[in-house]
């Protein structure tokens, strides 16, 4: 290039400076795998009950098995980690249940809470009571409250009644498989009821105030077992925060939640088939047919069924042991 000639070489325009990303916080939250059979007080929500527990224990993750209303008191399990993927085994269990009962009165949301829709001057005696109680138990047609989880077109039932929409939610089949009359007053009644899922309480006390002619709603419910996990060993949630060696009597294995399901111990040759997805051939009769869980040398590997002597998992856990 001569002296003379032009250097159209323009220096690039400065690009402006990139803003510096916020540094992300890393979670300071720990892996728990396990259960607490939790007592639950009346006033708090059940997320409201596993959000303080999650907190507590410091969780990645929790979640309980069955949703207890806020009115009512008793048995939350709740799940962390791992100990999640075994919720629908829990929810799928009996549960138990002792609530009082007014007669003379049946509510929109069929207990306290609801306002008063029918009224009766009539009182039932305890041997009606006793005497209808036969109705309410085996397999059974049971209409959900109106003020419930059901989903009606994509929307939870309870969210539609507060809206002030007119819907009507099907019967549908329930087991009860014990309901028993404890005391009778003048105008209340305590009674016990075993069911199993999907059965609603507010219901029974309902049906039953109406089969006694003189209605019905539900004022104390507690919930007493639900699969595993009975009140007689729950652990309150206000003892929880102020007690150390509470709290770490009271995170239960992740096999608590599978205590109802057979038992199929493997070696470790057998750990590693159900953790490639694999069936496993059952050898001998260590387990009967149906669900079951796999361990191996105490740590829970996978649940399942046994079918055709081999036993399928449904889900593996991811924990060391």
């Not at 003892?239 to 399901?261: F, I, N, Y």
């Not at 694999?278 to 260590?286: D, K, N, P, S, Y």
């Amino acid at each position: 290039m001569t002296d003379d000639a032009i250097d159209d070489r323009r220096p690039a325009p400065e690009r402006p400076a990139r803003r510096a990303r916020p540094a992300q916080k890393r979670s300071t939250r720990i892996e728990v795998n396990g259960w607490i059979n939790l007592d639950k007080p009346v006033g708090v929500t059940s997320t409201q009950a596993v959000g303080r527990l999650k907190f507590l224990f410091n969780a990645r993750k929790a979640g309980h098995a069955g949703t207890l209303d806020p009115l009512a008191s008793g048995v939350l399990p709740v799940a962390f980690g791992e100990a999640t993927k075994t919720v629908p085994i829990v929810q799928d269990g009996a549960k138990a249940y002792r609530f009082r009962v007014r007669w003379g009165e049946e509510s929109a949301t069929d207990d306290a809470e609801g306002a008063i829709v029918a009224r009766s001057d009539r009182r039932p005696s305890p041997a009606e009571i006793e005497a209808a109680l036969p109705r309410f138990v085996g397999l059974i047609e049971q209409t959900p409250p109106t003020f419930s989880a059901i989903k009606i077109d994509g929307a939870r039932a309870y969210d539609l009644a507060r809206e002030g929409e007119t819907f009507e939610i099907a019967a549908r089949p329930i087991h009860v498989y014990r309901l028993a009359l404890v005391e009778a007053g003048d105008d209340t009644a305590v009674l016990e009821a075993e069911c199993g899922k999907g059965a609603y309480v507010r219901a029974i006390a309902r049906d039953l105030g109406r089969a006694l002619g003189c209605y019905g709603h539900v004022i104390e419910l507690r919930r007493t077992r639900v699969g595993p996990f009975s009140a007689d060993t729950g652990i309150p949630l206000d003892r929880l925060p102020d007690d150390t060696d509470l709290m770490a009597r009271a995170m239960l294995p992740l096999q608590a939640g599978l205590s109802e399901l057979a038992a199929l111990p493997v070696d470790r040759n057998g750990a590693a088939t159900l953790r490639r997805g694999q069936a496993l051939l059952v050898r001998g009769a260590t387990a009967p047919e149906g669900p079951a869980w796999a361990s191996c040398f105490g740590a829970p590997i996978a649940f399942g069924a046994i079918e055709g002597g081999y036993f399928v998992s449904t889900r593996v856990f991811n924990v060391k042991g």
